[in-house]
DNA sequence: TATTGTTATACTCTATAACTATA
DNA sequence: TATAGTTATAGAGTATAACAATA
């Protein structure tokens, strides 16, 4: 019932919105699509994977993950070879353009958060940055009783 | 440079996820998607209007719009009549139930704000909401200059 | 001529189910 | 038996281009 919460929320989304597309944007130039480019970045982040890692990573189904690595690996920015041990596995991994392109956006990643939160005292920052803590903490709790309420549907 | 910089930017991409996440749930348990929900939205926020105002505030194509126009339609949400002066045009307004489902949406919305920021003190939810607008302002400044630069590419 | 909405076509992301090869 | 990845199929969102009806 208080505006300012709702005031609050609309900013957030707003937030979410413009955020979405000017990433949308830099991907855009690099031919990239934001799915693909998360499946980069978990690659950056993890080191070569096998399928079914990438698929529980991105949270997506297999079959949606051949699919990914296919186009990205005729863009030439990931590799499939053979799991050295296990012979039903394929590991994916950044080509050499790939990972170009992953330093290239974790640099662009580093601008964007100049550019929003440089202009603001550390103080400032950091009191945004606790306030913001506790409202993860409480939407992951809403979520995760979602989750519970609609797979135990009383 | 600074890390508390790329720390609050996580938060925040943190949130548009979960925030994604816990909307897709609420909208799905109406049958929803977000592209239909966001059309609705609309809709109530403007009363009834044409496919290209739609198109225009949704910043889709025109053909998308009779797309998500017609799986509205069927599904009994919105409702489409002939425009009173241009018979061109189409007007598209909510039915009862459509109308049912978005009084639901913003009742949901009103407890996910009560949710997220009740716990807060008053200053607390005022500082946040002054830093978010600043961040805010920077945000669409940095997406304007991209706009423009891609634009106008030297 | 310009605008409104539709048909035609295509690409991306997503999912489930059935199947192959391997573990 | 179970797991890794693929093929088959399908639905949703998105786009551009061509077109008909109307302004």
């Given at each position: 019932m208080d505006p300012r919460h709702e005031v609050a929320l609309d900013q957030v989304l707003e937030l979410t919105v413009l955020l979405a597309?000017?990433?949308?944007?830099?991907?855009?130039?690099?031919?990239?699509?934001?799915?693909?480019?998360?499946?980069?970045?978990?690659?950056?982040?993890?080191?070569?994977?096998?399928?079914?890692?990438?698929?529980?990573?991105?949270?997506?189904?297999?079959?949606?993950?051949?699919?990914?690595?296919?186009?990205?690996?005729?863009?030439?920015?990931?590799?499939?070879?053979?799991?050295?041990?296990?012979?039903?596995?394929?590991?994916?991994?950044?080509?050499?353009?790939?990972?170009?392109i992953t330093a290239r956006m974790a640099h662009d990643k580093a601008l964007l958060a100049a550019g929003l939160f440089g202009g603001l005292g550390t103080e400032q920052v950091q009191t945004f940055s606790d306030t913001l803590a506790g409202v993860l903490d409480r939407l992951k709790v809403m979520v995760a009783d979602a989750a519970d309420t609609s797979r135990e549907p009383t």
């Open positions: 597309e000017d990433m949308a944007g830099s991907l855009g130039r690099d031919g990239l699509t934001p799915a693909r480019a998360h499946l980069l970045w978990v690659l950056r982040e993890r080191g070569p994977s096998t399928q079914v890692v990438l698929a529980d990573a991105l949270r997506v189904s297999a079959r949606n993950v051949t699919g990914l690595v296919d186009a990205l690996e005729a863009a030439d920015l990931v590799a499939r070879r053979p799991h050295p041990t296990d012979r039903r596995a394929t590991l994916v991994g950044l080509t050499e353009q790939g990972g170009t």
